[in-house]
């Protein structure tokens, strides 16, 4: 704990910080550009956020715009040090309330931004190279105790080692999923032919588990530095070119800049920054405010992606346990769903045309996942109230796990208009999933 508080040159957290600005603007500004912000907040009729969350919608019309043109210019002030604190905490606050508000669109470096900036809000990232120092808001600052570095690498290494467990079930290790992925990008120029060959399918899949199991302790010693960058620039660039997934490739690039001396971030990319004798510099006194947040803090961080495994059930079949877990593109769902909505006073059957209210990815996630399944039937269940109607609402479910049979998946006789989700434990409703169907032609 002593060496925690040790000083080191604050040059990686300086360039990080710029990095991060740049790649939120990118990131909010891209979603406005691309149309993501009008197919996920402004067209859709209906807004399924986390559960719990209902009460989190999102502003009328093109309020929406302005939301992400207001967080892609914080990006821009993060970037330059303007009002740092102020910036990067209202953020952090409009980026929870954006990744909340829909789960339809969710993403693992969603949830990965947001932490980062939630933890970034603790560290003073603002004492050089920022307007905040040359209009004499804050002191300049040549230097910061080590562990501001550590907590940013404590939790990438969290993300990587939960990324390389999850890549351990059977679809994974024999190319089944990644042989789904990339067929699809058989008219990709130059590499399509390849993408199909099974080989190649193999290959991805046991490289992407060596890359993950290895890049953080290949960055932590220096006879390796070099050649887990090198992997990470193949391995990243890659994804970003294939898979188009957004600012992340990018994202996770930056954080090398942790895993270098901090004097070699300094020759690279400050070179006017001045070198102060840090010998001079006495060691940071220990918070014990800050003790207990990160404690707190890092024990949720390891816990989430654990908590699956005290949930009875296939987490890939029931999804629960799934999201907050690193569990990055392991999977493929689809369904065929129908729902049966039945008066309960009078016992007719209702009909409610789902593809009028929902957009076609949000048809996709109330098909095929639980979660989205059971909030739909709320939805349906207070269509009808407001009408003055009180209805059951059945599901007839089938899912398929990439591209495998598809087999029955919610219980047909569970009214789920009546049942609470449980947050914490299995839903019973969503049945087992049955190894023995799998190559079986299934009888419905």
């Not at 220990?286 to 390891?302: K, M, V």
């Not at 639980?370 to 899912?399: C, E, L």
Request: positive net charge.
């Amino acid at each position: 704990m002593q060496k925690a508080f040790q000083p080191i040159d604050n040059a990686p957290l300086i360039v990080f910080r710029i990095a991060l600005g740049f790649l939120i603007t990118a990131e909010c500004w891209g979603a406005l550009v691309t149309g993501w912000v009008k197919r996920n907040f402004v067209e859709p009729q209906i807004f399924l956020p986390h559960i719990g969350f209902e009460w989190l919608e999102p502003f009328a019309g093109p309020w929406m715009y302005g939301y992400f043109g207001v967080m892609g210019c914080l990006g821009i002030a993060i970037m330059l040090g303007y009002h740092y604190k102020v910036s990067i905490w209202s953020f952090t606050v409009l980026w929870f309330g954006a990744f909340i508000m829909q789960k339809t669109s969710y993403n693992n470096h969603y949830y990965l931004l947001w932490i980062i900036t939630l933890l970034m809000g603790f560290l003073p990232a603002n004492r050089y190279a920022s307007l905040d120092v040359t209009s004499n808001r804050q002191s300049e600052q040549l230097y910061m105790p080590r562990w501001n570095a550590w907590v940013l690498m404590f939790q990438m290494a969290i993300v990587y080692f939960f990324a390389t467990v999850s890549k351990f079930y059977p679809d994974w290790l024999n190319g089944t999923f990644t042989g789904n992925l990339f067929t699809d990008l058989k008219d990709f120029p130059i590499l399509g032919s390849l993408f199909v060959k099974r080989e190649f399918h193999l290959f991805i899949a046991y490289a992407g588990i060596l890359f993950d199991a290895i890049v953080i302790p290949a960055f932590l010693f220096k006879k390796t530095r070099n050649w887990a960058l090198l992997a990470s620039f193949i391995f990243h660039l890659f994804n970003a070119i294939t898979l188009q997934i957004g600012i992340f490739p990018f994202f996770a690039l930056s954080f090398v800049v942790f895993f270098y001396p901090p004097e070699t971030i300094r020759n690279l990319f400050l070179k006017k920054k001045p070198l102060l004798p840090l010998d001079a510099v006495p060691p940071a006194r220990p918070s014990r405010l800050l003790y207990t947040f990160f404690i707190i803090f890092f024990a949720l961080q390891i816990a989430l992606p654990l908590r699956h495994w005290f949930i009875p059930g296939d987490v890939l079949w029931t999804e629960e346990g799934h999201r907050l877990s690193w569990r990055m593109m392991l999977r493929e769902k689809k369904g065929i769903t129908h729902f049966r909505v039945v008066d309960a006073q009078t016992q007719e059957e209702l009909e409610f045309p789902i593809a009028q209210y929902a957009t076609p990815k949000q048809l996709v996630f109330v098909t095929s996942k639980p979660d989205g399944i059971w909030q739909m039937a709320q939805y349906i269940k207070t269509h009808f109230a407001r009408q003055g109607r009180k209805v059951h609402v059945y599901v007839d479910s089938y899912v398929s796990v990439n591209r495998k049979n598809y087999q029955r998946f919610i219980d047909p006789q569970t009214d789920l208009a009546a049942v609470p989700w449980n947050y914490f434990l299995a839903n019973s409703w969503i049945l087992p999933y049955d190894s023995e169907l799998e190559k079986r032609p299934l009888s419905r």
